[in-house]
């Protein structure tokens, strides 16, 4: 069965860093797009990052594009999200999504939930001082 596993939440204060991982079981990730969300308590998920499949590049919202980066490592079947210059707004609960997109060479868009199959159960991350 296909599996995605988040990691990496946890309590920084502004301006601080994490690095989230989502690990892939039971499916080869370089064949799925990887898509980021989060959703704060009361709000809607939001789009964060993407990265596509084999022909495509990652992705970023306007509200972390030069802050976070999203990246594959394929060796250990992972994606991570490196976030840097965390503000209170980052604050949320975040998912990691996969869909299979094989050799496509389009970009991955991002926030769209539709787009995806599979979810992680989710890693909290807190941003206050």
């Known amino acids: 069965q296909l599996q995605l596993v988040e990691s990496g939440g946890g309590l920084v204060q502004p301006g601080g860093s994490l690095r989230l991982s989502c690990e892939a079981s039971?499916?080869?990730?370089?064949?799925?797009?990887i898509g980021w969300f989060r959703q704060a308590p009361g709000k809607e998920r939001e789009g964060v990052s993407c990265?596509?499949?084999?022909?495509?590049?990652?992705n970023h919202a306007d509200s972390v594009r030069g802050r976070f980066t999203i990246s594959r490592d394929s060796a250990k079947n992972t994606v991570y999200l490196q976030m840097n210059g965390l503000k209170p707004e980052d604050t949320g609960t975040y998912y990691c999504?996969?869909?299979?997109?094989?050799?496509?060479?389009?970009?991955?868009?991002?926030?769209?939930?539709?787009?995806?199959?599979?979810w992680g159960q989710g890693t909290q991350v807190t941003v206050s001082s």
């Open positions: 990265i596509s499949s084999i022909g495509g590049g990652p």
């Open positions: 039971g499916f080869t990730l370089n064949y799925y797009t």
């Open positions: 999504a996969a869909s299979f997109t094989g050799y496509s060479q389009t970009t991955c868009r991002v926030g769209y939930s539709s787009d995806y199959n599979y």
